[in-house]
């Protein structure tokens, strides 16, 4: 297997080489490789591949690492069903009485 | 390098800035575009890719998104680039009898501007998209809706753009514009300065910031949209939704405050739903809010009862352009020449973008349009303050 076959985010099977096309291609914060490759829209949005990613953008654009903004975190902070939002079951259903 | 001069300079890297440069790059001209932050950055990554011809006000408005429409079937084509096209129809939802008169009154009303609507009955809806609830009353249902990532619809213009030899420089932000008796002379950016004779305010919900420098009052206001996103799942629908009440609420807001905001639906190519939205002014506060996401949950369970069981990976937030009539500010601006407006399409931005770009490009070249600008002009707000 050669390196840009390696995946980097694992929930949305992007691989290094996919990454380093976007960031040579202008993509320089985490948001806009986000957008280009959908990396981090996964299942765990992120979380893991995020910082990977961020050191990519370091070293091919010599920003350093600490300037990398992360991206946007958004609720829920893990997985949860619809109905738990809004069902009858909602966790929201008590505030609403 | 930097440029020090440019034909005209579009200011705004979102899906309308996009198509101008592209469209205006077509032409041949030399063309320059200025993003503060990055490509589709704001708004127009932060929405649903609906290309909706149901939900445009009948008249000016419908009739432009009808023309934009027909620019969708080749896009794909054109651009060379795949922007997950996917012209499988639309339905709007129709749950209690109120909504289904006023519904009556508006397809008729489409009808007579020349869009290809039909109302159906409960049973036919159904049959339609099978994951809907039985408690619906019926729906309508246009095959010219349509759907495109968002994204990369962008993307696409901007690829293209540059192709045609276009510069685009993101990460630049436009701090002033020098004026030489009421001409467009200079754009200062936090990168340099270029001469040129046209600007181009494509800066969606940033674009009064963009009428300030030039003294010029833009009525554009930032409307908050929330929605969820899920899981990627098998294909559960087969074109996109809006409900009912997203018309009513989209062009009379106080009706939103009572009636609720309306939802729209639709399923990514890679099998995330994208469920939306808010309406909401809130100035620029982009948090998504609990009341708004629990709204938003009940009502899409209502509608279609087994996706209780899918998994929410994500809420955002984005803000939609809004103007107070509902209709884009597109054309010159008579107070100073070489300034163009092309901001304001709210919810619209996705589906009116090829046309928008086609129609300003033609307007820079040519100095008229195919299309008259008449109802879209800036002046339009002028007797209201």
């Known amino acids: ?97 | 390098m930097f440029p020090r001069k440019a034909e005209v300079v579009v200011i705004g890297g979102g899906v309308i800035g996009s198509s101008i440069v592209y469209h205006l790059a077509k032409k041949g001209l030399k063309v320059v575009l200025l993003e503060k932050n990055g490509i589709a950055s704001g708004t127009s990554s932060a929405c649903e890719g609906l290309v909706l011809l149901q939900s445009k006000k009948p008249g000016v408005h419908l009739k432009l998104a009808l023309e934009s429409a027909k620019k969708f079937y080749n896009l794909k084509n054109e651009l060379n680039y795949d922007i997950e096209y996917r012209n499988n129809g639309g339905m709007v939802v129709i749950e209690n009898n109120e909504e289904l008169k006023a519904m009556k009154i508006f397809v008729e009303k489409q009808k007579s501007i020349g869009l290809e609507v039909y109302l159906l009955d409960k049973d036919k809806a159904i049959e339609k998209e099978p994951a809907l609830s039985h408690d619906i009353l019926g729906s309508t249902f246009s095959p010219l809706d349509a759907q495109v990532n968002q994204i990369y619809l962008s993307y696409a213009f901007i690829n293209s753009a540059k192709n045609l030899g276009a510069k685009i420089y993101t990460h630049t932000e436009v701090t002033g514009i020098k004026l030489e008796s009421n001409k467009i002379r200079l754009i200062e950016t936090t990168k340099g300065e270029i001469e040129t004779e046209i600007v181009i305010n494509a800066a969606g919900v940033y674009s009064p910031e963009i009428g300030r420098m030039v003294n010029l009052d833009i009525p554009i206001k930032p409307r908050r949209g929330q929605l969820l996103v899920t899981e990627s799942v098998p294909k559960i629908l087969n074109g996109v939704l809006i409900s009912a009440k997203y018309i009513a609420a989209k062009f009379n807001p106080s009706l939103a405050e009572i009636e609720g905001e309306g939802i729209s639906i639709e399923q990514t190519a890679s099998g995330n739903l994208l469920i939306g939205s808010t309406r909401e002014f809130v100035g620029m506060n982009k948090n998504t809010t609990l009341e708004g996401i629990n709204s938003i949950a009940k009502h899409i369970i209502m509608l279609f009862p087994q996706l209780k069981e899918i998994n929410i990976i994500r809420t955002f937030a984005g803000f939609r352009p809004y103007t107070s009539d509902g209709l884009p500010i597109l054309g010159k601006v008579k107070e100073i020449e070489g300034f163009i407006m092309a901001a304001g399409h709210e919810g619209d931005g996705i589906a009116l973008s090829p046309i928008t770009g086609d129609l300003i490009a033609e307007l820079v070249v040519e100095g008229k349009t195919s299309i008259p600008l008449d109802e879209f002009k800036l002046e339009r707000f002028y007797s209201f303050k």
């Open chain 1, 1 to 97: 297997m050669k390196d840009k076959d390696v995946i980097i985010c694992r929930c949305e099977e992007v691989t290094l080489g996919e990454i380093e096309k976007a960031i040579t291609e202008g993509a320089i914060t985490i948001a806009e490789v986000k957008r280009r490759t959908r990396a981090g829209m996964g299942l765990c949005q992120g979380r893991t591949c995020s910082k990977i990613i961020a050191k990519l953008i370091s070293k091919y654009t010599g920003q350093p690492l600490k300037d990398i903004l992360p991206s946007t975190f958004r609720p829920p902070v893990r997985v949860v069903k619809l109905k738990t939002l809004g069902g009858e079951d909602s966790c929201f259903l008590e505030k609403q009485k």
